[in-house]
DNA sequence: GTGCGAATAAACAGTC
DNA sequence: AGACTGTTTATTCGCA
């Protein structure tokens, strides 16, 4: 609960704090851009005579400054246009040119988020599809305002020799308006789309470097530069009389028209737009700024494609995965599109798989962050090879209803599969404290575990309990205590626990009596199970020998699904047929020693008489017989 | 909505 | 004193 409480407020925080920080930049953006069109929109009444002056006044004082060159238009001009847009200021433009500054993720970046391996490959790809979205957004941005740069500066050339006097300046700030407007909504678009990663936790914006790749306007132009594409924009409106085009509506699709006029554009651009040749093919000397400007791209690009291969090569196992998982509904009868609707065991490993997978979809060698497991975010979509040591890290608790409702008869022939499946995959066991105690117990050759035995058993059967011992110790001693079916008997060696059988079995089949329907069912989920081990049913035949199940070789995951169904079964005989509960040999340990003391309640007669026999420990694996102590982990409190 | 079983957490006491 | 063991209570969650 602390986990999961602790790891929500981070995720939280985190995601208020992207959030604010994102809208603050759009916040500071907007503010900025106000600003400056009401400091600077006296500009917007200078016209064209008058700007073709200011242009060559601005080669002889290109360190003045903007707001007093503009002021000087002003005077030169004395012009004061009724029709003058307030929403047309003088730099709207750079303010837009500056929008274009890339928002995807950097190299660096990428490289980052790649090397923390934070990713899904599902995550990964929808990056990459995302990142590559956006470099194109801005291939298009930048090639529609060379477009209309180029058309500026032919307008320019054209007004400067018909010498033509401006008329329709609103109809250039509506142009401008449009662009602008496009622009800003690419803006947001790479906002968000920078912000969505960032509460997704895939991108880390250091404090040190800016939150966006987006500067401001006054950082990406000198006053010069900003004054020009001004002068550019707005002196070109007696061309657009001519034409008449409507400039409102942006074709992005625009092919890239080469521009003589040198722009701080070309130095704000996409890296990787630049080094497809798209951009500079038609301007060699700004191509060559480029390339000093941006000797890494080259590099980068390579990191990219790098990780790119990354990306396909999980692709692919991911593909391999999904076939055998389609392989594996197939066989079971159920539809891989809804992976849910898996029975229990199954359920729960892919529950795991999901929870984790989103936050921690790394090698075992990373650390691990508390978790919220009980929450699966995504349908399952990984085969069984995902569920293994790799991403199975189920650090926090989970609640979870254990598969052993109907009893959990384990076989002792599938034991090896599911044995070692669990022993090597951090995957809690389907399985309650109670049967799995139950279980360690019988597995004893005496029938008869100290504590601290059974705990040995635990870690030597399950990694997943080799985690958090605190928490599952804890449970392990409450079971104890708390079932009656769990005897403490007093031994030379000391206390040791022993199960009483019968009371073991009065615990399980409550929820299913008197429901022939879910019998019913259950059976015929047994027919499906059928095809799978033959072994397997004639274990159920010989009615729950207390083991896990493995159905298929090297497949665990259908080994609990076989676990599932044949537990069902076994739950439902458990009270069509009440038989053969007195020919367990697992009660001679109770028989052999004398509790110490008794949990109280009667021995129901009745109830007594369960179909589960006792035999378990006849043909386990003898690597368990052993007692290798794995108490003395030190990953075993490593999340406490 | 409710009851039940299970998991989890924690307090507490006794023992070694 | 501290760890271990055992008991008990409370809370939460999933499921029927």
Redesign the pocket.
């Known amino acids: ?4 409480s602790g790891t929500e407020t981070k995720s939280n925080g985190s995601a208020i704090q992207n959030g604010s920080s994102g809208s603050n930049h759009l916040l500071q953006c907007a503010s900025l851009r106000e600003g400056r069109s009401n400091g600077e929109t006296p500009a917007a009444d200078a016209g064209a005579a008058e700007l073709v002056h200011v242009q060559q006044q601005q080669a002889l004082q290109v360190a003045r400054q903007l707001l007093l060159q503009q002021q000087q238009q002003q005077q030169v001009s004395g012009l004061k246009s009724p029709k003058r847009n307030d929403k047309q200021p003088a730099l709207q433009v750079p303010v837009s040119v500056a929008m274009m500054t890339p928002q995807v993720i950097t190299p660096q970046q990428m490289q980052q988020i790649l090397q923390q391996q934070v990713l899904s490959p599902q995550q990964l790809q929808v990056l990459l599809q995302q990142q590559q979205a956006l470099m194109l957004q801005q291939q298009q941005l930048q090639e529609f305002y060379k477009k209309q740069q180029e058309q500026l500066q032919l307008q320019l050339l054209q007004q400067q020799h018909a010498g033509k006097q401006p008329k329709e300046q609103p109809q250039v700030a509506t142009q401008q308006l449009a662009f602008q407007q496009q622009l800003l909504q690419m803006q947001q678009l790479q906002q968000q789309h920078l912000l969505s990663l960032q509460r997704q936790g895939l991108l880390t914006i250091q404090p040190g470097q800016p939150a966006l790749p987006l500067q401001p306007l006054a950082q990406g132009m000198i006053p010069t530069e900003l004054q020009q594409l001004w002068k550019e924009v707005t002196s070109a409106h007696s061309a657009e009389e001519t034409t008449g085009s409507n400039h409102s509506s942006l074709d992005l699709t625009t092919t890239c028209v080469s521009s003589s006029a040198p722009s701080k554009t070309s130095l704000i651009m996409n890296p990787h737009a630049s080094t497809n040749g798209q951009l500079s093919v038609h301007a060699p000397k700004r191509e060559r700024h480029l390339n000093s400007e941006h000797a890494l791209d080259d590099r980068s690009t390579a990191q990219c494609r790098v990780q790119m291969q990354v990306v396909q090569q999980l692709e692919l196992q991911l593909a391999k995965d999904k076939e055998r998982l389609q392989a594996m509904m197939t066989h079971l009868h159920v539809k891989s599109t809804e992976p849910k609707a898996a029975p ?1 065991p199954l ?1 729960l490993v892919s529950s795991v798989t999901l929870s984790k997978s989103a936050s921690e979809a790394s090698p075992q060698s990373l650390p691990h962050t508390p978790t919220t497991p ?2 699966p975010i995504t349908p399952v979509t990984q085969g069984p090879s995902v569920i293994t040591t790799t991403s199975m890290h189920t650090v ?7 598969s ?2 109907y009893n959990v008869p384990i076989s002792s022939a599938d034991i090896a599969q599911n044995q070692e499946f669990y022993k090597n995959a951090e995957v ?1 066991p389907p ?6 105690i139950r279980q360690a117990i019988l597995e004893s050759p005496e029938k008869q575990l ?3 035995e059974i ?1 040995n058993w635990f870690t030597r059967m399950f990694a997943y309990f080799r985690r ?1 011992a ?6 392990v ?7 009656k079916c769990f005897v ?1 008997v007093e031994n030379v060696k ?4 022993t199960v009483d059988e019968v009371e073991f079995q009065k ?2 089949p ?2 299913i009596s008197g ?1 022939p329907s879910l019998i019913k069912n259950m059976q015929s989920s047994h027919a499906y199970c059928t095809p799978l081990n033959a072994a397997l049913q004639a274990s159920m035949a010989e009615n729950s020998i207390p083991l896990y199940t493995t159905a298929s070789m090297g497949n665990p995951t259908l080994g609990n699904l076989a676990s599932a169904i044949r537990e069902e079964l076994n739950g439902a005989m458990e009270h069509t047929n009440s038989n053969e509960s007195d020919s367990s040999p697992g009660r001679s340990p109770m028989q052999a020693v004398h509790p ?2 008794v ?1 109280e309640e009667p021995l129901d007669p009745e109830e007594a008489e369960g179909p589960l026999s006792l035999v378990t420990t006849a043909n386990h694996s003898p690597d368990f017989d052993h007692d290798r102590d794995y ?1 003395d982990e030190p990953v075993n409190e490593d999340m406490e």
Do not use: C
Request: proline share 2%.
């Open positions: 609960m602390m986990q999961e229990q359920n009980t929450a926090g608790p989970i609640r979870r209803r254990y052993d409702k809690r399985f309650t404290y109670a049967s799995l100290t504590l601290n705990y958090n605190a928490t599952w110790k804890n449970a001693r409450h079971n104890l205590s708390l079932h403490r000391g206390a040791v626990w615990r399980r409550q929820k429901n110490v003391h949990k108490e």
